[in-house]
């Protein structure tokens, strides 16, 4: 079995190098689904209080991170696109469950 190092591959010499390499070599999936799995993290923890809640706080804190990152040129729009939608229809539904 051979084994590579992937600093010696790719010149990398700091953690910040390698989540920009890793990008890269996945066409901007990876931050993707850095952010996807931040999502459910979120969900979860926030689970102590109301389902919609936890939805609404973690789709927004998301989609603000996704924005940043495609700002950046990390990630797709398609992301930012997704949790925007999620964090409309979900203020959407807590709006009319007060009515």
């Given at each position: 079995?051979?084994?590579?190092?992937?600093?010696?591959?790719?010149?990398?010499?700091?953690?910040s190098?390698?989540?920009?390499?890793?990008?890269?070599?996945?066409?901007?999936?990876?931050f993707?689904?850095?952010?996807?799995?931040?999502?459910?993290?979120?969900?979860?923890?926030?689970?102590?209080?109301?389902?919609?809640?936890?939805?609404?706080?973690?789709s927004?804190?998301?989609?603000?991170?996704?924005?940043?990152?495609?700002?950046?040129?990390?990630?797709?729009i398609?992301?930012?696109?997704?949790?925007?939608?999620?964090?409309?229809?979900?203020?959407?539904?807590?709006?009319?469950?007060?009515?």
């Amino acid at each position: 079995m051979v084994y590579y190092n992937i600093s010696q591959l790719a010149n990398i010499e700091a953690v910040s190098e390698l989540a920009v390499y890793a990008n890269t070599v996945t066409d901007n999936l990876f931050f993707g689904f850095v952010i996807i799995g931040l999502f459910f993290i979120m969900l979860f923890i926030l689970k102590r209080w109301e389902f919609d809640k936890a939805l609404l706080s973690s789709s927004f804190a998301c989609f603000i991170l996704s924005i940043i990152l495609v700002y950046g040129g990390f990630l797709s729009i398609m992301f930012a696109l997704v949790f925007l939608i999620i964090f409309a229809f979900t203020g959407f539904y807590m709006y009319i469950q007060s009515r």
